[in-house]
């Protein structure tokens, strides 16, 4: 693995020596590095549209709108509608604070732990 690619999964993220934030949560969430850093923008940014993030994240709009469809997907970001005064309207998107996020990462890894736990202790049972 490249210094530089994140960890794709558990076994990788567990031999990573000093994992960072980001690596952990690409992995736990099951997401690509390009969404987690457009969930990071959206913390930096709440009520962004797909064009000031794909502005921020030097990213296509296509890009950056599967990523926030990812993120909603994965509930890490939350879309609302705001109407425009000439007419029409644009979605504004938000991510989920941070402590709610690092919750579901923590309980995510609890519950992993307690799977691995369990095929420990149950292995030689059959």
């Not at 994992?19 to 736990?28: A, I």
């Not at 990071?40 to 926030?68: I, M, Q």
């Not at 309207?89 to 919750?103: D, I, R």
């Amino acid at each position: 693995m490249a210094d530089s690619e994140p960890p794709r999964n558990m076994g990788e993220l567990l031999e990573t020596a000093d994992p960072e934030f980001r690596e952990v949560m690409t992995c736990v969430f099951d997401i690509q590095a390009h969404e987690t850093r457009t969930y990071l923008a959206l913390l930096d940014h709440p009520g962004s549209t797909v064009e000031e993030l794909a502005d921020e994240l030097d990213r296509d709009r296509s890009n950056v709108n599967r990523s926030l469809t990812t993120l909603m997907e994965k509930g890490l970001a939350e879309r609302e509608r705001r109407l425009l005064d000439p007419g029409g309207y644009v979605y504004q998107y938000t991510a989920t604070p941070l402590p709610e996020a690092k919750t579901r990462l923590h309980d995510a890894l609890d519950e992993w732990t307690e799977r691995v736990h369990a095929a420990i202790d149950g292995f030689g049972d059959e």
